[in-house]
């Protein structure tokens, strides 16, 4: 990014902060076109078949981040800790982003919205915790059937 990129030491309700992120998103409104919710991680077959349910929808994307403990990583490189979170995006514009793809309540969006990174969003970049991502269903169940022994690879 460029001299744009904003400076995370910044207050986002502060005014600096409000012009450089009126430049950044200037003509943009994806992140306003959707939200995500945390999912619990899939242990049974059955669950990862309510997730192929919800694939099959129309407008949802499930991906997949890591975390790493870094709390638990050695010099040597030995075991860390690492935690996967799943997540379900489903894409349905807030009611609050006005035609001219502004937010119409800016000064009282929710604090998800403020914390909201221009470093990782939709526009200038992919998160880089993110391990996949799937809007298919079939590729899902593929890539499920590959990774996890326990996935029969026809679902029942
Ligand atoms: S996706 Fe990025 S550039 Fe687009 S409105 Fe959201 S924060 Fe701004
Ligand atoms: S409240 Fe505003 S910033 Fe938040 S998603 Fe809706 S339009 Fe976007």
Redesign the pocket.
């Known amino acids: 990014m460029d001299e744009l990129n904003l400076n995370h030491d910044l207050d986002t309700n502060s005014e600096e902060y409000g012009e450089k992120s009126k430049q950044l998103c200037d003509g943009c409104?994806k992140?306003?076109e959707y939200?995500a919710l945390e999912i619990d991680t899939p242990e049974t077959e059955d669950e990862f078949q309510n997730i192929r349910w919800y694939l099959l929808h129309e407008k949802v994307k499930l991906f997949i981040t890591e975390e790493i403990d870094e709390d638990d990583e050695t010099p040597e490189g030995e075991e860390v800790e690492v935690t996967e979170h799943w997540f379900l995006q489903i894409y349905n514009?807030?009611?609050?982003?006005?035609p001219d793809g502004?937010?119409?309540?800016?000064s009282t969006?929710?604090e998800?919205?403020?914390d909201?990174s221009h470093e990782n969003c939709e526009k200038y970049g992919a998160a880089d915790d993110e391990i996949a991502s799937f809007t298919d269903a079939e590729a899902f169940w593929k890539w499920a059937v590959e990774t996890y022994d326990f996935i029969d690879e026809n679902p029942q």
């Open positions: 409104s992140c306003c939200f514009p807030c009611k609050k982003l006005a502004k937010c119409s309540i800016y969006r929710p998800i919205c403020k909201h």
